[in-house]
Nanobody, 133 residues
């Protein structure tokens, strides 16, 4: 059973920063490159893709962002490609949501997109981020 464990959520004032982390364990996908990403959901609203990352064979990591976070959030992977981070700067009250980490094989390059959340196979339990004005 694949587990994704998120950490780093919390409460912050507008303009502040938070860093989310998510580790994938165990790694049944050993030897396969994963598309990893962050999604968020506000109660009563549809889940939204925030950012995704895919490392290619040359160790270059493709990253994709929702327009609303472009330039403020940065997604990155550790060297083993089993932990994904989301650095969130210049946070706004509208960033308040439960953030979920997700991972899947099979989505490569530009197909590893925040718009393809329905194709991700493994999900974490989520971590709450609250931004106050």
């Amino acid at each position: 059973q694949v587990q994704l464990v998120e950490s780093g959520g919390g409460s912050v004032q507008a303009g502040g920063s938070l860093r989310l982390s998510c580790a994938v364990s165990p790694t049944p996908y050993t030897g396969r490159r994963l598309c990893m990403g962050w999604f968020r959901q506000v109660a009563g609203r549809q889940r939204e893709g925030v950012a995704t990352a895919y490392p290619d064979a040359q160790d270059y990591t493709y990253t994709y962002y929702h327009d609303s976070v472009e330039g403020r959030f940065t997604i990155s992977l550790d060297s083993a490609k089993t932990t994904v981070y989301l650095q969130m700067n210049s946070l706004k009250p509208e960033d308040t949501a439960k953030y979920f980490c997700a991972a899947t094989p099979g989505l490569t390059g530009p197909y590893c997109s925040p718009a393809r959340g329905h194709e991700f196979k493994s999900w974490g339990q989520g971590t709450q981020v609250t931004v106050s004005s």
